[in-house]
């Protein structure tokens, strides 16, 4: 299956992501595609479903990708991770907004 090229906006979207760090242990993370739920076979995950997982917890013995029940049964689902990400994120573009519109009316 290809991969979807990520739009600017996406990989912007993913370092953010990146820049959390684990969302289990807070060391430094690639991120991990939530498969959709509900979608068939050829529909793509969108690069915006995506959490932050060291390597460890995302490949690893006891990760996402190899021991999934026990990482949701420990860590949570996958959707509510993704909602908790998503909500660490909106409030850092907030933070980052609001540091833009102040540091505009400095000029
Ligand atoms: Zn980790
Ligand atoms: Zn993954």
Redesign the pocket.
């Known amino acids: 299956m290809a991969k979807k090229i990520a739009t600017k906006d996406e990989r912007e979207h993913m370092s953010k992501v990146a820049s959390l760090g684990c969302y289990v242990c807070q060391r430094p993370a690639q991120v991990?595609?939530i498969r959709p739920i509900g979608l068939g076979i050829g529909m793509r995950s969108s690069h915006y479903d995506t959490i932050p997982l060291c390597q460890d917890h995302?490949?690893g013995q006891f990760s996402?990708?190899n021991c999934k029940q026990q990482f949701e049964a420990m860590y949570g689902t996958e959707k509510e991770i993704l909602h908790n990400i998503n909500k660490e994120i909106k409030n850092m573009e907030q933070v980052n907004d609001l540091f833009n519109f102040y540091a505009t009316k400095e000029k």
Request: no cysteine; net charge neutral.
């Open positions: 991990h595609h995302h490949i996402i990708h």
